[in-house]
């Protein structure tokens, strides 16, 4: 079936959000049908937005996880640095996913006692920041 046009996934999603707004919405009488027509839109126009950004956001995902790694590597080669706190960090740079940073907090917080609170905020405000970013970023398309 060549003979039909081929559209990418947030292309497509954003010509049927057109459609349901410009075309759909407007003929729908009643007011009820309406409002879903137009909520559909908006809908479908956010998903759109996520296909559009996704690789640009994976991309981002990972030099974000690279640097919080070489960030967080000189604050925790110290001796004093429990040695799962290490392999927890070594295993975000290898990884470079949710996955490994989970871990990285979880490890956090299993050690904070023999990290001591000021050392611990200060690395669990490292990873919130990076986080934050990522959060901040994502949500673009939302807008």
Avoid at 80 to 101: G, I, Y
Wanted: overall charge negative; proline content about 4%; hydrophobic content about 45%.
């Amino acid at each position: 079936m060549a003979d039909y046009i081929k559209f990418a996934p947030d292309e497509l999603l954003e010509r049927l959000a057109r459609t349901l707004k410009k075309e759909i919405g407007p003929a729908v009488e009643e007011a009820y049908p309406k409002t879903q027509a137009f909520m559909a839109a908006v809908v479908l126009q956010k998903l759109a937005g996520q296909l559009r950004l996704a690789d640009e956001h994976a991309a981002a995902r990972r030099r974000d996880l690279q640097e919080l790694a070489e960030e967080l590597d000189p604050l925790t080669v110290s001796q004093d640095t429990p040695p799962s706190l290490r392999a927890a960090v070594n295993t975000v740079r290898q990884d470079l996913d949710t996955a490994s940073v989970s871990d990285l907090i979880e490890t956090l917080y299993a050690t904070r006692s023999e990290l001591g609170e000021e050392r611990f905020a200060d690395l669990i405000g490292r990873v919130r920041t990076r986080l934050r970013a990522r959060i901040d970023r994502e949500m673009v398309y939302a807008a």
